[in-house]
């Protein structure tokens, strides 16, 4: 499976139309995603995700304006497209929302973040309570966002729903970019699987973002990693490699569950 990982910058002084229909160009534009299999985004990346005072204007229903973006990305390169995530309006409810498109315009899964940040991000969203699993390419994909990433019970109970593959959209400042480095290698490590990592990058309500996008290996290397601009990172993926990993060095096998 080759996978592309879009960094994206949301500058305080550009509107969430203005941010959508650019990035919007720059997915339709580029020609090297038809070679590519799925496609995913940064957390929050058209809102903004540090620029809480937006988050009311910008909630949208689940099938709203950011899923028809997908849609449509989708079907232009015949790729899936995990969103990244965006602000779900549900009643009075806001949720840090993510959800992965097929080429035929279907959502395959949808995710509401788990582990919501600091004070804004929890004042203001509802948590989700749910994880799926989902056939990807060959693959067994979950989905978690940002924070997430410090919750080891979380990836693993990927790996006790089946899964080989977690896709990770983030806003993750550069102050704690070694962090991310860490979590999203030791996440792969310890539940034997690749994790798909997409951040965002440049400055936002004064937090700088690391970008740094990266694919892990189950063995803990590194497939591919970005530097801290905006734009596209490729990697390619071997379905064989995760039970390949596990049947090799079998440390899931040997659980105490007592």
């Not at 650019?22 to 070679?35: K, Q």
């Not at 080429?103 to 799926?132: N, Q, W």
């Not at 699987?193 to 290996?217: E, K, L, P």
């Not at 049947?247 to 105490?256: K, S, V």
């Amino acid at each position: 499976m080759r996978v592309a990982l879009l960094q994206v910058a949301s500058p305080d002084d550009e509107s969430f139309a203005d941010r959508q229909a650019r990035v919007n160009d720059l997915v339709l534009t580029e020609r090297t995603l038809a070679d590519a299999d799925l496609l995913i985004l940064p957390e929050l990346w058209a809102v903004g995700c540090f620029l809480f005072d937006r988050y009311r204007d910008a909630a949208e229903p689940f099938d709203g304006p950011s899923l028809a973006l997908a849609r449509a990305w989708a079907a232009r390169h015949d790729i899936h497209v995990h969103l990244g995530s965006f602000v779900e309006a549900d009643g009075d409810q806001m949720h840090n929302t993510a959800a992965v498109v097929a080429p035929s315009g279907e959502v395959l899964t949808k995710y509401r973040k788990i582990h919501l940040f600091g004070r804004d991000e929890a004042r203001l969203m509802t948590p989700g309570d749910a994880l799926d699993t989902i056939a990807l390419h060959d693959f067994d994909l979950s989905l978690a966002t940002c924070y997430d990433l410090r919750f080891p019970e979380l990836f693993r109970s990927m790996i006790d729903a089946g899964a080989n593959v977690t896709a990770v959209p983030a806003a993750w400042p550069k102050a704690r970019h070694a962090h991310w480095q860490l979590f999203s290698t030791v996440r792969a490590v310890e539940e034997q699987m690749y994790v798909i990592a997409c951040n965002a990058v440049g400055t936002q309500n004064s937090t700088v973002f690391g970008g740094g996008s990266r694919v892990v290996d189950p063995w803990g290397n590194v497939v591919a990693e970005a530097d801290d601009t905006e734009g596209f990172t490729y990697a390619d993926l071997d379905p064989a490699m995760p039970s390949r990993v596990r049947a090799g060095f079998p440390a899931l096998a040997d659980r105490r569950w007592d």
